[in-house]
């Protein structure tokens, strides 16, 4: 493995991947045939802070993820540097997100470089309850978790049995997928307990402002 070149940083803006968008299949999905430029990605460690799920739907039928404070937590994330074009790319992509900035935080980069302020989108609707408390994304290492931490399939179950008991688990999905109104309808019903991102941000230009 080589050190990570802080030269291809240079006039980009770190943004947090809490989600899918960590993945290098996931941004190829984004930006191929748009802007093919590399992206450099750093992995990261956030202290008091957790990735959990969100409480809305996507029209791919997952549960995405969100950050939300977490005292005494410790989460792995990854870092995405993007330039101002591949951040009009990446706005686009994230409707159910503000972009924001939040500072004052305990950000360290697998190098051991510090930061105290990052910019990330922040879940609109809040976070999915589920038993009066949060739920961690089982496939991102996180320390000191004071919930209970799930895979997707389990999540999507969960919603399931939530919003629709009585309808058959693949039907749910395939019409979660193909119907905007039933899947905007269930995303309301996530939301309804959620709890909104618990920490200090300023929303930037660029993503959902209202």
Known sequence: MTDFDHGM????????????????????????GKYEVPIPVQHARLKDFDIVY?????????????????????????VTWLDDEQLEIMHATEGGYY??????????YDDGTRADSVHLYVGREGHLVHEAQPVA????????RPHAARN????????????????????????VIEDTGFRRD??????????????PYAKKPGGLID
């Open 137 to 144: 994304l089982i496939e991102i290492d996180g320390e000191d």
């Open 99 to 108: 972009y924001a900035e939040i500072e004052g935080v305990d950000l360290t």
């Open 186 to 199: 269930c995303s309301i019903q996530m939301s309804e307990d959620a709890v909104p991102f618990d920490y």
């Open 9 to 32: 940083t240079e006039g980009r803006t770190a943004v947090l991947a809490v989600g899918s968008n960590r993945a290098p299949s996931r941004l190829d999905q984004k930006y191929i």
């Open 152 to 175: 997707t399939a389990q999540v999507l179950e969960i919603v399931h049995q939530r919003v629709a008991p009585d309808m058959p688990h693949d039907d749910f999905i395939l019409r």
């Open 54 to 78: 969100a409480a809305h739907l996507t029209r791919y039928g997952s549960v995405p993820a969100m950050l939300q404070r977490a005292p005494g937590t410790t989460v792995e994330l990854a």
